[in-house]
């Protein structure tokens, strides 16, 4: 299979971006990738998005990219609420997935969804970007060499203060700053500590009126009195910086830490790099250019018979949703009913 042909379901700001991304000839997901068609629920928000980035297939419906016999894989950035059923769709219809984070809004969802992809030999993958940026590349080989000594203690924010976004404060969109901004977090402690379970975790935090939660502070603490000390925020603008400490010195990400272009190494370098040349103007969220990266690896795994990216795999994005149901249960939150 030279070439991997996408169906785009939904027709918002982070479509936009992934589709941008995709496109770059500069980038690394453009020689092998191609976007056919578009479906929304609403068909005029599909055909100005179809006109935009020049696709020549236009839907107004979710089910029909499911049946467009073109389509052999498909990104799905709709909200967090939809994901389920929306992946289930597609996945029945014999379509490879890579949709948006978080996967679903529980960890049994995802859980079954993944278990329904292996049976029908289908690739499926939360579309976690950060782990495709060359960065998380370098801090995944640095903590392989111990530049740090063992990591024994982590700290990472992540808050901004959009509160009044719908898909953050709805129950029925999937809202909760946890499955928008608190996966990064997460994520981040899944790489440091290897997917390892938590001795202990203690959270604190707040809700919305609907019962999902507008943000928490968490510490999370491992063997050998490691801890990961965690804040996330959907009310208020943090530092959204991370810092990964040893005995031998520490590894420090700017902000905004879940995709930066440069971090700090412990010899007190930098490692940075540059993203595809697009401009800044392209794209509704900060280094989105950087999608491109996790597009092209779903495309070279698929395209090699692989059913999952060894950067991030089904296990690891279980192991997020344990910790995240974890973390709302004991702030109350009813997403983690």
């Given at each position: 299979m030279e070439r991997m042909y996408w169906g785009?379901?939904?027709?918002?700001?982070i479509c936009h971006d992934f589709v941008n991304a995709l496109n770059d000839p500069t980038g690394p997901a453009a020689a092998h990738n191609k976007v056919v068609a578009v479906g929304a629920?609403?068909?005029?928000?599909?055909?100005?998005?179809?006109?935009?980035?020049?696709?020549?297939?236009v839907y107004g419906s979710y089910q029909e990219v499911a049946d467009d016999e073109n389509i052999n894989i498909?990104?799905?950035?709709?909200?967090?609420?939809?994901?389920?059923?929306?992946?289930?769709?597609?996945?029945?219809?014999?379509?490879?997935?890579?949709?948006?984070?978080s996967l679903t809004t529980h960890y049994s969802a995802s859980k079954e969804l993944y278990d329904l992809a292996s049976s029908k030999s289908l690739f499926l993958m939360e579309a976690l970007w950060s782990n495709f940026f060359p960065t998380y590349m370098e801090i995944k080989n640095q903590l392989a060499l111990e530049t740090v000594g063992k990591v024994v203690h982590m700290e990472a924010s992540f808050g901004l203060?959009?509160?009044?976004?719908?898909?953050?404060?709805?129950?029925?969109?999937?809202?909760?700053?946890s499955l928008d901004?608190?996966?990064?977090?997460?994520?981040?402690?899944?790489?440091?500590?290897?997917?390892?379970?938590?001795?202990?975790?203690?959270?604190?935090?707040?809700?919305?009126p609907t019962g999902v939660d507008?943000?928490?502070?968490?510490?999370?603490?491992?063997?050998?009195?490691?801890?990961?000390?965690?804040?996330?925020?959907?009310?208020y603008k943090l530092s959204n910086t991370a810092r990964l400490a040893g005995m031998q010195g520490c590894i420090e990400l700017p902000d905004p830490f879940h995709c930066p272009t440069s971090i700090k190494l412990p010899n007190g370098d930098s490692y940075s790099f540059d993203l595809p040349d697009q401009p800044a103007n392209a794209y509704n969220f900060e280094?989105?250019?950087?999608?491109?990266?996790e597009c092209a690896a779903a495309s070279e795994a698929i395209r090699a018979g692989k059913l999952e990216c060894e950067e991030y795999t089904p296990a690891d994005s279980l192991y997020?949703?344990?910790?995240?149901?974890?973390i709302n249960k004991q702030i109350g939150s009813k997403m983690a009913d």
């Open positions: 785009i379901v939904s027709a918002g700001k629920r609403q068909l005029d928000r599909a055909k100005t998005f179809a006109e935009h980035h020049g696709i020549s297939t498909v990104y799905i950035g709709n909200t967090t609420g939809q994901h389920f059923e929306v992946c289930k769709m597609m996945l029945n219809a014999g379509k490879h997935v890579l949709c948006e984070k203060a959009i509160s009044d976004v719908p898909r953050l404060n709805l129950r029925d969109l999937g809202g909760g700053a901004l608190g996966v990064y977090l997460v994520n981040l402690v899944r790489l440091v500590f290897e997917r390892e379970e938590p001795i202990e975790i203690i959270a604190r935090g707040d809700l919305y507008s943000g928490w502070d968490a510490i999370l603490v491992f063997s050998g009195n490691r801890r990961a000390v965690l804040k996330c925020s959907s009310k280094n989105s250019a950087g999608l491109s990266y997020i949703a344990k910790i995240l149901e974890e």
